[in-house]
């Protein structure tokens, strides 16, 4: 079993007793989701999970929480599926429960997910509470995981209140530990590798695919684990598509490429966008939409401070690039939270020091083929936003400067 990730074990343990604390009396569950089938992918965990356990290779299992157990080593409970030599045989080999893996985990008490049943329906009936740690999922969707198991205990027994922490765990996660800023720096710094590998070989002729390459390979000589989103290079009028997927067509003489990439280190990403010029120089008509938008995303990040929201760090943005006449041309708001997802779980209320967020102004202009872009990833601190991605130019003369040598 893999865990941590950068993170200290001890970290992990300490979540856990704070998800404990905030329980009172109610029995709570979370769960890292099933496997997809082999061939298809890595199966990746629910990221809830896997920010209480640092495990990313157990499909199947789960924490119960029972704040109130009377044997203080029962009330934070690691479930893992049974083993299974033969399917272990093709899809990675897995640990028996030992002392060893209780050491390895920080759970005192780990067992096979067939005793969820019993213990989630003794400990509901004890406790009386059961709470939604889980996000509540929109009605098409199937009803979050948790919620589905607590209305079938509620189904079977009477007196049980289901309740509703679904906010719990993404305040949690919103505020960033040292360990947790440390290791998306080393995310911050990988990504820079990749943005100074791009402007080595971004030329006309290339392709999105080569240029996308070059920046993933950058990331990993930056010592990234791999990018943390699908990256996106989109040159010209592919520019202007938000989330392009395809990076397959050439970059022309001429035209702008947007590369929105971000490494990710350990469990963390950065989400980082620069926009160049394929030729090596910006034209009149891309430097001035170009300066817009670097304006519009310095006014957003000095806005961003404790206690403001992101529509207020959104104003001014809006306001810079509506005046130069392009507000039609900017569809999307100004960022997101950031951390083991790159759109990262968004707790209610303002924004609080120790949080990370991007702020990412664009235009895009389909009829002249134009769309630039410019991401960087901001900390909350007491003082305002610092930007972690500065090192990397966004400047006219610095990114011209680069693409010349
Ligand atoms: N990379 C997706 C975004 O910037 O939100
Ligand atoms: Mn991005
Ligand atoms: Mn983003």
């Known amino acids: 079993m893999n865990i941590g990730d950068g993170i200290a074990l001890a970290e992990f343990v300490q979540r856990r007793e704070r998800v404990l604390r905030a329980l009172g009396p109610s029995v709570g569950l979370v769960l890292a989701g099933d496997g997809a089938p082999p061939l298809s992918g890595r199966w990746l965990p629910d990221w809830n999970f896997y920010y209480l356990t640092g495990i990313r290779d157990e499909a199947g299992a789960a924490i119960l929480f029972d704040p109130r157990a009377e044997d203080p080593k029962k009330r934070c409970t690691l479930l893992l599926r049974p083993l299974n030599p033969e399917l272990e045989e093709w899809d990675g080999l897995r640990d028996r429960i030992s002392e060893k893996l209780k050491k390895a985990t920080g759970f005192q008490t780990v067992l096979r997910a067939g005793s969820l049943a019993r213990l989630l329906t ?14 509540f999922s929109t009605y098409p969707a199937e009803v979050s995981p948790d919620l589905a198991l607590f209305r079938r205990v509620v189904e079977r027994t009477v007196g049980v209140a289901i309740e509703d922490r679904s906010t719990l765990l993404a305040e949690m996660r919103a505020i960033k530990s040292k360990a947790e800023l440390a290791v998306m720096q080393r995310a911050v710094n990988a990504s820079a590798r990749g943005f100074g590998a791009a402007v080595r070989v971004i030329r006309p002729g290339i392709t999105e695919r080569d240029v996308q390459r070059a920046v993933e390979g950058g990331f990993a000589e930056g010592g990234a684990d791999g990018p943390g989103y699908n990256s996106i290079v989109g040159s010209g009028l592919n520019g202007c598509v938000l989330h392009y997927m395809d990076n397959s067509c050439p970059c022309e003489d001429g035209d702008l490429v947007v590369i929105d990439a971000g490494a990710r280190v350990g469990g963390y990403t950065a ?19 170009y300066t817009v938008v670097l304006r519009a995303l310095a006014a957003a990040t000095k806005a961003v401070r404790p206690g403001v929201h992101m529509s207020d760090v959104e104003a001014p943005a809006r306001a810079i690039i509506e005046k130069a006449g392009y507000g039609d041309f900017f569809p999307h708001g100004i960022g997101h939270q950031l951390g083991i997802e790159v759109h990262d779980v968004t707790p209610d209320g303002p924004l609080k020091a120790g949080m990370v967020v ?19 990833d901001v900390l909350v601190t007491p003082r305002g936003g610092r930007s972690l991605t500065d090192a990397i130019p966004k400047d006219i003369a610095d990114i011209e400067a680069a693409m010349r040598k």
């Not at 989400?271 to 939409?289: L, N």
């Not at 991007?358 to 960087?376: C, F, H, M, N, S």
Request: glycine share 6%; proline share 8%; with cysteine.
């Open 122 to 135: 003794v400990a509901a009936r004890k406790r009386k509470r059961v709470a939604c740690l889980h996000p």
């Open 271 to 289: 989400d980082v966008t620069r926009t160049y010029p394929v030729s090596g120089r910006f034209t009149p008509e891309q430097r001035d939409v």
């Open 358 to 376: 991007t702020v990412e102004p664009g235009v895009y202009i389909q009829a002249k083929e134009l769309g630039v872009r410019i991401e960087d």
